[in-house]
Structure formats: structure tokens, C-alpha cells
């Protein structure tokens, strides 16, 4: 039983160019979230959507970073014109159920690093 | 945002010695989850708690959601050198939905 998947492990990008984060969630979660992590600090939230849906986007930047999940496949994060902040461990994690009884199961992340 | 305030935030101690950690927060959690992680991986579920005073077990790792909703703990108890890595707090409150926040993690070294 697979868990969460993520790729790819490591990405590199120079500064302008775009980067797409993949996240397929555990077999029969519907729910994904995701959360960045930079060196010795803890992981902070990012955005939480459920199929087809932005459920919470409170911990996205503003500009050039987006997230959708669609109906079919995984679930993407997409950030523009990378700058060399955007380095960082991108974590993606899925629940199978919402509200007080969520616990969320982390992927492997995946880590970019801007030129 | 909320935050969470974990200590130590780090310790060195010997094989076979017990460990405990610990997180604050400012406002009251509706969840507390313990995760481990390891270099160059995520973080993994080690125990979840959802009620006020729950203690839970999971081998030798024992954690219990604290009676004011405001703290947590995690002990390890017989530490053995696999235990090594950093051990992070989460949790959700009422004002941040399905969001977990993290605390800023207690990274464990065990001498063998």
C-alpha cells in the first residue's frame, strides 16, 4: 500500500525559470496539503485542497505560486519565475478524512534549489 | 499565526537513557500530533492524540495531549541509537481549520 508519493526528490532551477511539484496521496485520500520546510526550522503550511478544489490558501505567497488537484492525477504546485527564497523542502501530505480527525501523512518532499 | 513552542531544541544523551520533550502553545488545539523525521526525508506520524488528558502509547514512545489543550509532551523511553533525528510537534486549533502548525522541533542525538 503505497503512501504518499512525491517527485521529483530534488529539483534544480536558475532564478526566472518555473518549477512543478508533484504529489499523489495515499490511495483513498482525497485531501492534500501543502507545506514548506526551510533548513532547521519546522514545516509551514502552505495550501490544503481537496479534488478539483483550493480548500485554504492562507500560507501561499500572493504571487507566482499556485497548487491544483485535479479530478485525475496528482496533485501540482506550481511556482514562476523562481527566485533563489523559493529554495526550500516543499512537503506534500493527504488525509483521509477532514476536521478533528485529520491525520495527515507526509511524502518523501521534494527539495529545490535555485541557482 | 498561531505558534508552537517546542523544547529542548536539542539533546545529546546516552543509549538507553529516556527522553522528554515538549510544546506550548498560546492558544487552544483541537489536535496534537508527534512526528519524526530523518535527514533528507518527511516527517513521519508517530502519535496522534485528539482528546484533552489522552495518553498513548506506541512501543516506547508515549505521549499525552495536555488538560488545558494548551501542551503536549512526547517521551522515549530506553533510547536506542535509531531514535536519532528531529522530533517535531503539530496540532490544529478552531481557527485554522484542517492546517497543521508545526513547532520548531527537538533534534535528538543518542551516544551508543
Not at chain 2, 498561531?2 to 489536535?31: H, Y
Not at chain 2, 481549520?97 to 533534534?107: K, Y
Request: aromatic letters at 10%; hydrophobic letters at 35%.
Amino acid at each position: 500500500n503505497a503512501g504518499v508519493m512525491q517527485n521529483p526528490r530534488h529539483l534544480v532551477r536558475r532564478r526566472g525559470q518555473e518549477a512543478r511539484l508533484r504529489c499523489s496521496p495515499m490511495k483513498g485520500h482525497s485531501h492534500v496539503y501543502w507545506y514548506r520546510q526551510l533548513p532547521e526550522e519546522g514545516l509551514k503550511f502552505m495550501v490544503y485542497l481537496q479534488k478539483e478544489n483550493i480548500i485554504d490558501e492562507s500560507g501561499m505567497p500572493k504571487e507566482r505560486f499556485s497548487a491544483e488537484f485535479p479530478k485525475e492525477g496528482p496533485s501540482i504546485l506550481r511556482i514562476q519565475q523562481v527566485v533563489r527564497g523559493d529554495s526550500a523542502a516543499y512537503f506534500c501530505a493527504s488525509s483521509l478524512l477532514a476536521g478533528g480527525y485529520n491525520e495527515q501523512f507526509f511524502g518523501p518532499g521534494t527539495r529545490l534549489t535555485v541557482l | 499565526g498561531q505558534q508552537l513552542n517546542q523544547s529542548p531544541q536539542s539533546m545529546f544523551i546516552q543509549e538507553g537513557e529516556d527522553v522528554s520533550m515538549n510544546c506550548t502553545s498560546s492558544s487552544i488545539f483541537n489536535t496534537w500530533l508527534w512526528y519524526k523525521q530523518d535527514p533528507g526525508e518527511g516527517p513521519v506520524l508517530l502519535i496522534a492524540l485528539y482528546k484533552a488528558g489522552e495518553l498513548t502509547s506506541n512501543g516506547r514512545l508515549t505521549a499525552q495531549f495536555g488538560i488545558t489543550r494548551k501542551d503536549s509532551f512526547l517521551n522515549i523511553s530506553a533510547s536506542i541509537p535509531s531514535d536519532v533525528g528531529i522530533y517535531f510537534c503539530a496540532g490544529t486549533d478552531n481557527n485554522a481549520g484542517n492546517m497543521l502548525t508545526f513547532g520548531g522541533g527537538t533534534r535528538l542525538m543518542v551516544k551508543p
